[in-house]
C-alpha cells in the first residue's frame, strides 16, 4: 500500500538536540514519501526560530509552522496532525536521531496488519520500549552510534511486532484510520503535555485498534529536553487523569512489565552488539560486595572503552550468578543458576566472542566458574585486590581489626572449612594458570610470593594513575591562628582504624589542644562526637565537601596493609598533605611527596596526639607556597601498563560471519533465567531481623549497646543472618 506520512517535529527547546534531530531526519532518505512538518511553539530560544525558517528554506519537504504564542505540545501536535485528514502521522520529539530506513520499516510494519494504529520503536529512553534496559533510561551504548546500533535492530528482529498496553510519544507512528476514527489528542484534559498518547492509545484500543512496539526499529532520545523543569508534576498530574479515565490502565501497564514480552527481542539486540563488535570481549569474574574490586572492573572498562568490551560475572547469594553486558550498575543481566545452567552459559560466552578472562575475585563464585579458562579454551589474568587467595582472609587482621603477618592468628569473615594447606592447594591451581598475576602495588607482591613462589606476578597501578598521574603540586593551607583539622575519609570498618581516630579526637579535647578532626564518610559504629562526622559522600560532590570542610591534613588511619587505595588517589588531585603507615601500598605510592609523612601503623592514641601537635608547629612555619612533586614513583616495567599491554598487540578484532542465532534456544534460555531468578525469592526471616537490628542501632539505647559487643561478634552475627551487602536487603 502506497503511503504518504506527516512527520510532525514540535519544537520549543533544546537548540542543539534539535539541530542532530534535523541533520538525522535528511541524511537518511527514505523510499516512502513524507513531508516533514516543523512546528515552532513560540520557542523562547532567539536562535531557534532563524535556525527553523533557514533550514525549511534549503529542504523542499519540510513545511514550516509558527505558533504566535505558546499552546504547549498537546495542542501543537493537534494543528499537525489537523494538516491532512488523508497522510499517516509520525510524533517525532526534536530531541530525538533517526537512521537509515528507519521510517520504511515503521511503514512496512503498519502494512503487515490493517488493525495496527500505532507503532513505537525501541529507543534507549522510552518506558516500556526502552533498550538496553526495561524501564530505564540510558546513554547510547559504549562504542556505537544511533545508525550501527538500528542496524542491529533491522538485522535480528525483522518484521517483528510486539503489542504493548500504549505507545511512547518520543517517536510515535498513528495510522490515519486510527487517528480519524479515536480522534485528535485530548487538549482540555492534558493542557502542556504528558499522557496524551497513553489516553489515545487506549481509546484506540476501545476501538480495536493495535498499539505494537516495531522491534526492528532503534531511535535515539535525549528525553526531558523541551519540558524538563515541569517534567515531574506533570507527570504525576497524567497519571491521576488517566486512572480517572482509564481504570485499568496502571494494571495493564503492571502486567505488561510482569510479562516484558520483548524481552527476547532485546536480547537478541544486546548479544548481537558483542557478537558484531570489532573490540576485545573480556569476561571480568569478581565478588558481589562492591569496593574497590568494583570501582576498578568500571574503571577498566571506562578508560579502554574504545578497545575493550567487558562483561563482569558476579555471584548471587543462594546460588548462581549474574552475567552484566558492562561493567556499570546500570547495566542489563541475566541470572544464571549454577551450576545447573553452566551449559547455557558456557554457550552464551563462546556465541558473544569472548576472547578473555580476569579474575577479580573468588569470593562467593561458584567452583564451576573456576572452570571457564579450560573449558572456553581462553587466557585469563587475576588481579590481586586483597589478600584473599592466602587463606580467605581479605585483610590479614587479627579479631581486633589489626595486622599480623601470621596467618594463624589472622581472623577471617569468612572461616575455612578446610586447612589453610588445603586451601592454598585449591588457589594455587587457578593462580598458576593465570598468564599475569596483576598486583597493584610492590608490598601485595611481596606478600603473596612468601605463599606462592614462582607466579608471573606483574606489579600494575589502577588505570586512575594511568589517568592522572603526574600528579598536582601539594600546598599547605595551615596558618597558626586556629586549630590544626585533620581529615579522614571512607567507609571506616574496624581495620580501617576508627577506632583510633575516636581515641585520638577524645584525648585532644580532653586536653584542649589546637586539634580538629574530621571524618568524611562513615564508620562502623557511631563515634563519639569529638569526631566531627559529614556523614557519606560520593566521588562527585568531594571537591564540594573539602571547600566546605577546609582540612589541613589527611590521615590514612589503616591498620591493614591496603593493596592500593583509591581514596589515596583522591587525596593526590586534592594537593593535600597527608600521613600515611608504612604498610600496605601507602610508601611505594608517596614515595618523594613532599609534604607527605609515613608513619607507624601500630602507635597508640597518645604516640599520635604527640605526632600531631609537633606536626602542627611544622605546618605553621611550612609557608603556603606549593610544592611540585618531583621524582613522583611509576613501576616501570609496566608503566602505562593497562593502556599498552593489557589487551596485547592484537588490535581491533575482526568481524567474523557468525551464524545466527538459536532463537528456540535463546528462548529456553531467558526462559530457564527467569524461573531460576523468581526461584529466589524476597527477603528471608534472617535478613528481616538483621534490617530490624540495623534500624535499633541508630537510635540512642542501640547506640549505646552496640558499642558494649564487640566488632567480631556483630560482624559473625551479621554473616549468620545474611552475607549480602546491606545495600542489597534496603534494596529489595
Known sequence: MSRTVDVIVPVYGGREELRRCLASLVSNPQRTPYRLVLINDASPDPHIPDDLRRF????????????????????TVNRGMALSDTNDVVLLNSDTEVANDWLDRLVRAADSDPKIGTLTPFSNNATICSFPR???????????DVASLDAVFARVNAGELIDIPTGVGFCQYIRRECLNQTGLFDVERF??????????CRRAAEKGWRNVLCCDVFVFHEGGVSFSDEQAERVAHAQEILRQLHPDYHSLVEKHIRQNPAQLQRSRALIEMYRRSPRQKVLHLTHHLGGGTKKHIRELSDWLSGEMDALVIRPVEGGGARLSFGATDEAPDLFFSLP????????LLRRMNVGRLHFHHTLGLETCLWGLPDDLQLPFDITLHDYYF???????????????????AQTSSYPLSVSIEEWQANQRQLLEKAQRVIAPSAWVVKEFERHYPGLNYQVAWHPDSE???PWPEVRNRYTKDRPLRVLALGALSPEKGPDVLEAVAVEARKQGLPLEFHLLGYAYRPLADAVIEHGAYSEADLAQHLQVIQPDLVWFTALWPETYSYTLSEMFLAGLPMVVPDIGAFPERVLNRPLTWVEAWDQAPGQWLQWFVSIREELAVAGSESR????????????NFYRRQYLGDTGPQAVAEAAPLDDQWLKNLLQQSRRAEGSQGRLSRKEQLLLYLLTLRQGRVGRFVSRLVPVNIQRKLKRRLSRKPIHELYHK
Not at 340 to 347: D, V
Open 56 to 75: 525549511a528554506a534549503a529542504h523542499d519537504e519540510v513545511e514550516l509552522l509558527e505558533n504566535a504564542q505558546n499552546l504547549g505540545f498537546v495542542a
Open 134 to 144: 526495561f524501564c530505564q533510561s540510558s546513554p547510547l551504548p559504549e562504542g556505537w
Open 191 to 200: 493542557g502542556r503535555g504528558y499522557g496524551e498518547e497513553n489516553d489515545f
Open 340 to 347: 545447573q545452567m553452566y551449559p547455557q552459559l558456557l554457550e
Open 390 to 408: 592466602i587463606n580467605a582472609h581479605p585483610s590479614q587482621t587479627d579479631a581486633r581489626g589489626r595486622y599480623t603477618p601470621e596467618l594463624q
Open 467 to 469: 589517568a592522572h598521574m
Open 628 to 639: 611540585g612533586w618531583l621524582n613522583q614513583p611509576v613501576p616501570r616495567e609496566t608503566e
